[in-house]
């Protein structure tokens, strides 16, 4: 099943749905100290940056 996630913050609670079966497509985060971080650990994912 696909989810989004809103405010995902480096994508700890992400992670945790990757690993139960679910695939993250999509997620936001707007604070920019964490989006290379976020993007390292979840590549398949498009994140929205502002």
């Known amino acids: 099943m696909n989810v989004i996630s ?3 913050g480096c994508g700890g609670l ?6 139960a079966g679910f695939r993250v497509v999509w997620a936001n985060e707007f604070e920019p ?4 971080i976020y ?3 979840h590549p398949n ?3 929205l940056q502002r």
């Open 6 to 8: 809103f405010f995902a």
């Open 45 to 47: 994912t498009i994140i």
């Open 33 to 36: 100290s964490v989006h290379a």
């Open 14 to 19: 992400d992670l945790g749905f990757e690993k």
């Open 39 to 41: 993007e390292k650990d």
